[in-house]
């Protein structure tokens, strides 16, 4: 089992920053790939960005590509999700999630509580 926590969510403005911090319980996170997701007010989940179990490999929708990073520090049990040039259609809960396989599809093993990210423009 592995149950995953974030944090690091809050009202920014546009053109902003924000870091959000996935951290997980359970000794075999480390190899279970990882990815955020989000879900704004009257849509569905989507995929933000993913990484492999190694964190060699990472991958971005389109809309996130170049502002979003993600990362992840194995001996720390923790993914993070560096916002960067918020916009106001970033505004959603952020859910992170954990599974064998990184997919771009919601079909994760483990998911959060989520975090609000609010932006304001």
């Known amino acids: 089992q592995v149950q995953l926590v974030e944090s690091g969510g809050g009202l920014v403005q546009a053109g902003g920053s924000l870091t959000l911090s996935c951290t997980a319980s359970?000794?075999?996170?480390?190899?279970?790939?990882s990815a955020w997701f989000r879900r704004a007010p009257g849509k569905e989940r989507e995929f933000v960005a993913g990484?492999?179990?190694?964190?060699?490999?990472?991958y971005y929708a389109d809309s996130v590509k170049g502002r979003f990073t993600i990362s992840r520090d194995n001996a720390k049990n923790t993914v993070y999700l560096q916002l960067n040039s918020l916009e106001a259609e970033d505004s959603a809960v952020y859910y992170c999630?954990?599974?064998?396989?990184?997919?771009?599809?919601?079909?994760?093993?483990?998911w959060g509580q989520g975090t609000q990210v609010t932006v304001s423009s």
């Open positions: 990484i492999t179990w190694s964190g060699r490999s990472t």
């Open positions: 999630a954990a599974s064998r396989v990184m997919r771009s599809s919601p079909s994760y093993e483990f």
């Open positions: 359970g000794r075999t996170f480390s190899t279970y790939a």
